[in-house]
């Protein structure tokens, strides 16, 4: 496995915990809370925190934020380590994750993608296009499919809606105007209590985004 695609330390027993449970997830969140999207500016791919529509939040609350990448891929290195950049012959599609260990005693496992070229996920949670450019979505856990309760549409031109899955589990979205569009769906990890660093987190959630550009 590339360096760049393994669990951060911080991380490993939030995924331990997540497999525990069989990729068994909670109850859809309230919508549009805080998430990581990735969105191009000036010819580089940037990660940000908070909501689209509102200032961007603190990136230095984030734990060992990194870009992930397929294994066998690698990337050169970034100066700024919220700025992407793009191996050699890869596809469009890049991919981000950090964590968050609020004081409130909730451990959030962000997974953020920019693109929707590749039909394959990389991060452990995803929405995957089902075809190359495609409006229809499926959930990937660890390799596995799952159904989300709800999708969250955000738009750079503030427009907003909540997705519900088909009978499939998938999603799908037709986008009406060009713009920034970041797809998110954030689920609590079901018995998801860990430990670390002495500290106990009583609420795990993953936290994973799509974005892409709809050109003019």
């Avoid at 964590?99 to 996920?121: M, N, P």
């Avoid at 689920?187 to 106990?200: E, H, L, T, W």
Wanted: proline share 8%; aromatic share 8%; charged share 20%.
């Amino acid at each position: 496995m590339s360096k760049n695609n393994q669990p951060s330390t911080l991380c490993r027993p939030l995924l331990a915990a997540a497999l525990a449970v069989s990729a068994s997830f909670g109850a859809a969140l309230p919508a549009h809370a805080d998430y990581l999207w990735l969105q191009t500016e000036n010819g580089q791919t940037r990660a940000h925190v908070g909501e689209l529509h509102k200032a961007p939040g603190p990136l230095g609350e984030l734990s060992e934020p990194r870009q992930v990448v397929a294994e066998g891929k690698s990337v050169p290195p970034s100066a700024d380590p919220y700025v992407l950049t793009q191996a050699e012959g890869a596809p469009a599609d890049q991919r981000f994750a950090a964590t968050r260990a609020g004081s409130d005693g909730v451990l959030t496992y962000y997974q953020a993608r920019f693109g929707r070229q590749e039909t394959k996920a990389v991060n452990d949670l995803e929405l995957v296009p089902t075809t190359p450019q495609g409006n229809t979505y499926q959930l990937i856990f660890k390799g596995r499919p799952v159904a989300a309760s709800q999708v969250n549409v955000d738009t750079s031109e503030g427009w907003r809606r909540v997705l519900a899955p088909a009978k499939d589990g998938t999603v799908s979205f037709t986008p009406s105007f060009p713009g920034l569009y970041v797809l998110e769906v954030t689920a609590r990890v079901n018995n998801g209590s860990v430990k670390i660093d002495g500290k106990q987190y009583d609420e795990v959630r993953h936290t994973a985004t799509l974005s892409f550009e709809v050109p003019q």
